[in-house]
T-cell receptor, first 110, second 114 residues
């Protein structure tokens, strides 16, 4: 089993739709979780940190489910500009190392 | 405040040539990282430096060396480039203070080895 797994997609959704991605992680001791956005041939950019209580930033909501060992990202009212690859990142506990998922590709259609 | 900068942006090398990729950050971050990204593979850690004066191997260190020159700069050297090292290389930094673990990335170096 991979340490961090994501559905590669693509998820093709119409503008205005709500879309959700999940990411599973294998190390139950993991403490820090993040969602990054990566546009084609660009660097990953931090979208959100994921807190135990869940957190929201505008149209984006992140949740952590420790019992089932997954994190989720919900995007409401999708915009064309949301089209990108979304990377799930987990920090290996007790280290300075991070494990990246291979990403979920989202295409928002007009 | 430039964040994380990388040079060069693009490079083409012949097999066996050497080169150094440069990375600098102006955010006073403690930890710095080098990753490579290949299609379908996600980002893989090559080397990292938890703090000034320390470096450690990541998942794919073979064929690379690093130097943490000071708190700001972390360079990656390819001593004898091979076609398998064709990739996009990203440098990242992290504050690594209690509660602050987000990574910030440079724009990347696109390297082709022929």
């Amino acid at each position: 089993r991979k340490e961090v797994e994501q559905d590669p997609g693509p998820f093709n959704v119409p503008e205005g739709a709500t879309v959700a991605f999940n990411c599973t992680y294998s190390n139950s001791a993991s403490q820090s979780f993040f969602w990054y956005r990566q546009d084609c041939r660009k660097e990953p950019k931090l979208l959100m940190s994921v807190y135990s209580s869940g957190n929201e930033d505008g149209r984006f909501t992140a949740q952590l489910n420790r019992a089932s060992q997954y994190i989720s990202l919900l995007i409401r009212d999708s915009k064309l500009s949301d089209s990108a690859t979304y990377l799930c990142v987990v920090r290996t506990p007790g280290t300075y190392k991070y494990i990246f998922g291979t990403g979920t590709r989202l295409k928002v259609l007009a | 405040n430039a964040g994380v900068t990388q040079t060069p942006k693009f490079q083409v090398l012949k097999t066996g040539q050497s080169m150094t990729l440069q990375c600098a950050q102006d955010m006073n971050h403690n930890s710095m990282y080098w990753y490579r990204q290949d299609p379908g593979m996600g980002l893989r850690l090559i080397y990292y430096s938890a703090s000034e004066g320390t470096t450690d191997k990541g998942e794919v260190p073979n064929g690379y060396n690093v130097s943490r020159l000071n708190k700001r700069e972390f360079s990656l050297r390819l001593e004898s480039a091979a076609p398998s090292q064709t990739s996009v290389y990203f440098c990242a930094s992290t504050p690594t203070r209690q509660g602050y673990y987000e990574q910030y990335f440079g724009p990347g170096t696109r390297l082709t080895v022929t």
